[in-house]
């Protein structure tokens, strides 16, 4: 984990995504899914360019099962976008750092990416 990505669990979810001030991107992932594994720098790299405005969070579907059940995970990664305490997008399967970015951008604005 870096400096921009916080591990979160089942009981820290609403606190650290529900009731955040700004946008949230969750990845939900495993340490046995490889495609979560590919995706991790791509992740990295997103909550390095949208620190200022955004927040970037994992979930470890494994050891938090509730909140993984919660928002119906099924497949692994899964990204989703939290805004105000709601959904607003997800992304399931591994993905580009530019379509992570676009989904973004239409909910923070580009103006405000460091």
């Given at each position: 984990m870096s400096e921009h990505?916080?591990?979160?669990?089942?009981?820290?979810f609403e606190d650290d995504?529900?009731?955040?001030?700004?946008?949230?991107?969750?990845?939900?992932?495993?340490?046995?899914?490889?495609?979560c594994r590919m995706l991790a720098p791509t992740v990295?790299?997103?909550?390095?360019?949208y620190a200022s405005s955004a927040r970037v969070v994992?979930?470890?579907?494994?050891?938090?099962?509730s909140v993984s059940q919660r928002f119906g995970i099924?497949?692994?990664?899964?990204?989703?976008?939290?805004?105000?305490?709601?959904?607003?997008?997800?992304v399931v399967g591994a993905t580009s750092e530019q379509a992570i970015s676009r989904m973004l951008d239409k909910h923070v604005g580009a103006a405000t990416v460091a």
């Amino acid at each position: 984990m870096s400096e921009h990505v916080k591990e979160t669990t089942d009981g820290a979810f609403e606190d650290d995504v529900l009731k955040s001030d700004r946008p949230v991107l969750v990845d939900f992932w495993a340490a046995w899914c490889a495609p979560c594994r590919m995706l991790a720098p791509t992740v990295e790299a997103v909550a390095e360019k949208y620190a200022s405005s955004a927040r970037v969070v994992k979930v470890n579907v494994d050891d938090n099962p509730s909140v993984s059940q919660r928002f119906g995970i099924k497949g692994i990664p899964t990204l989703i976008l939290f805004k105000n305490g709601k959904e607003e997008e997800r992304v399931v399967g591994a993905t580009s750092e530019q379509a992570i970015s676009r989904m973004l951008d239409k909910h923070v604005g580009a103006a405000t990416v460091a």
